[in-house]
């Protein structure tokens, strides 16, 4: 099982980032999926989660309404489209089989800064 994230970067608050994940080793159709974050010596926050289909999501509060995960089955693959962005917003993101993110891959690095 892979799940590769990337999109990360530095961008400027108010600004705009899409992450993406490519899934592998699994039938990705068949799964829930969920993005979740980490600030260093922090533990690890649930943020979105979207049904096999795509049809459901939902969200944490810190998030609502600013971010927005789909998918695409045919291409196994998650996003997250990220906007007005803060700097609270700074962490490792992580795409996850599951809403605790115990099931994760390695992240990429979001920066808000100016």
């Known amino acids: 099982v892979q799940l590769q994230a990337s999109g990360g970067g530095l961008v400027q608050p108010g600004g705009s980032l899409k992450l993406s994940c490519a899934a592998s080793?699994?039938?990705?159709?068949?799964?829930?999926m969920y993005w979740a974050r980490q600030v260093p010596g922090k533990g690890v926050e649930w943020i979105a989660s979207?049904?096999?289909?795509?049809?459901?999501?939902d969200y944490s509060y810190s998030v609502k309404g600013r971010f927005t995960i789909s998918r695409d089955n045919a291409k196994n693959t998650l996003f997250l489209q990220m906007n007005s962005l803060k700097p609270e917003d700074t962490a490792r993101y992580y795409c996850?089989?599951?809403?605790?993110?115990?099931?994760r891959g390695q992240g990429t690095l979001v920066t808000v800064s100016s």
């Open positions: 979207v049904s096999n289909s795509g049809y459901y999501t």
């Open positions: 996850a089989r599951d809403k605790a993110a115990t099931m």
């Open positions: 080793g699994f039938i990705f159709s068949n799964q829930w």
